[in-house]
Nanobody, 124 residues
Framework: QVQLVESGGGLVQAGGSLRLSCAAS????????MGWFRQAPGKEREFVAG????????RYADSVKGRFTISRDNAKNTVYLQMNSLKPEDTAVYYC?????????????????WGQGTQVTVSS
C-alpha cells in the first residue's frame, strides 16, 4: 500500500509558476512509476505527466509540453511537478498517482494509488 499526499497548489496569475509536490509513504517508493493528472469542473480526469521509477523516462500531455516538468527524488519519497507559463486552462484539481508498471502510462485505470488532490487556479 502507498499513501500519497499532494501539496503546493494555489492561486496564481497567468504566466506565473507553481511547483507541486507529492509525498509518498508506505511501500518502497522507488519501485513505483508516478503520474500527475488533473480534473477541471465538468471534465474527465486527464493525464498531465508521468515518470518512471528510475526517473529516466518521462512523458507529457501535448498541452503542457515545454511548460511543465516532472521529476522525482527517491531519497525523499517525493515526486514534483514544476509548472511554468501557467494558463487559465490549467485550472484544475491536480492528483498524483502511482503504479508498479515499468513503463510510463497515461490512462487512469493503470494507476493503483491516488492522492486526494490539490487545487490549482490560474487567473487571467
Amino acid at each position: 500500500q502507498v499513501q500519497l499526499v499532494e501539496s503546493g497548489g494555489g492561486l496564481v496569475q497567468a504566466g506565473g509558476s507553481l511547483r507541486l509536490s507529492c509525498a509518498a509513504s508506505g511501500r518502497t517508493f522507488s519501485s513505483y512509476s508516478m503520474g500527475w493528472f488533473r480534473q477541471a469542473p465538468g471534465k474527465e480526469r486527464e493525464f498531465v505527466a508521468g515518470i518512471s521509477w528510475s526517473g529516466v523516462n518521462t512523458r507529457y500531455a501535448d498541452s503542457v509540453k515545454g511548460r511543465f516538468t516532472i521529476s522525482r527524488d527517491n531519497a525523499k519519497n517525493t515526486v514534483y511537478l514544476q509548472m511554468n507559463s501557467l494558463k487559465p486552462e490549467d485550472t484544475a484539481v491536480y492528483y498524483c498517482a502511482a503504479n508498479e508498471l515499468t513503463m510510463v502510462v497515461v490512462t487512469t485505470t493503470n494507476y493503483d494509488y491516488w492522492g486526494q488532490g490539490t487545487q490549482v487556479t490560474v487567473s487571467s
